[in-house]
């Protein structure tokens, strides 16, 4: 059966201890199954050149600071998977990489789908070499994987800018909701050429994207529909006022 193609606004890595957020990622793990593998391409993990993570057992890594003690020591001992990474090499040209594990962007949000840790996990980098299509293009060689039982997904966030958030919580901010609605918009009507052209998508690009490293998974995942998928959405807030966590799913109807 083809597996979905996912999307995970993560947010805080606080979301990892829990919350309603945490939530919505549990019953989507239960809805969704355990597939035989993951493919998470991440915000946090940005190289020259691509690169694919190819470890028996890649570490948690803990890549932020000053956040509680039991956040440092949360462990998330998913297994890796060296032949995916290798199925992921051979489509891609990626290099196979044994010096990076799962960032947080990948465990804080599988901790909650996949809690017992038992679905291989291997992640794809951000190639800054490449521009918005190139990563579009790049995404679609991941296609059949979908057929091959491995979910392809990305985390990152639709609006992120840390500048302009709200440390006490409150609405979002007129211009983030906009884009947000935008992004849902030509996700919805597939049009990946606004996703791509992101800044002409809507007037408020720029202080919803003020950095790309969070909205381009999200073009990993617009890269994978295909006729007669489907696209719905899930944790579809904003906090702090410009931070979105709205989730995309992608999937047979």
Request: net charge negative; hydrophobic share 45%; aromatic share 8%.
């Amino acid at each position: 059966m083809r597996q979905p193609a996912l999307f995970f606004g993560h947010g805080s890595p606080m979301n990892a201890l829990g919350g309603p957020h945490a939530e919505a990622w549990r019953a989507l793990g239960e809805t969704v199954g355990k597939p035989k593998g993951v493919v998470m391409v991440s915000a946090h993990w940005e190289t020259d050149g691509l690169a694919v993570t190819a470890q028996l057992r890649p570490k948690t890594m803990h890549d932020f600071g000053g956040f509680p003690p039991e956040l440092h020591a949360m462990q998330y001992p998913a297994p890796g998977s060296p032949g995916l990474a290798a199925r992921v090499a051979e489509l891609t040209g990626a290099a196979l990489a044994t010096d990076w594990g799962l960032d947080h962007g990948t465990w804080s949000v599988l901790a909650h789908v996949w809690p017992e840790a038992d679905v291989p996990v291997v992640q794809l980098s951000l190639d800054r070499r490449l521009d918005a299509r190139g990563h579009h293009e790049l995404a679609k060689q991941l296609a059949p994987l979908r057929d091959e039982e491995v979910i392809i997904a990305g985390s990152g966030d639709f609006v992120h800018n840390l500048r302009t958030w709200k440390r006490a919580g409150g609405e979002a901010y007129d211009w983030a909701g906009r884009f947000n609605e935008a992004v849902k918009a030509a996700l919805l009507r597939g049009d990946d050429d606004a996703l791509i052209d992101w800044v002409s998508l809507a007037e408020d690009a720029q202080l919803s994207v003020p950095t790309d490293e969070h909205y381009l998974p999200l073009l990993y995942v617009a890269a994978q529909r295909g006729p007669g998928d489907e696209v719905s959405f899930f944790n579809d807030v904003i906090e702090g006022g410009s931070i979105s966590m709205t989730g995309v799913r992608i999937d047979q109807a």
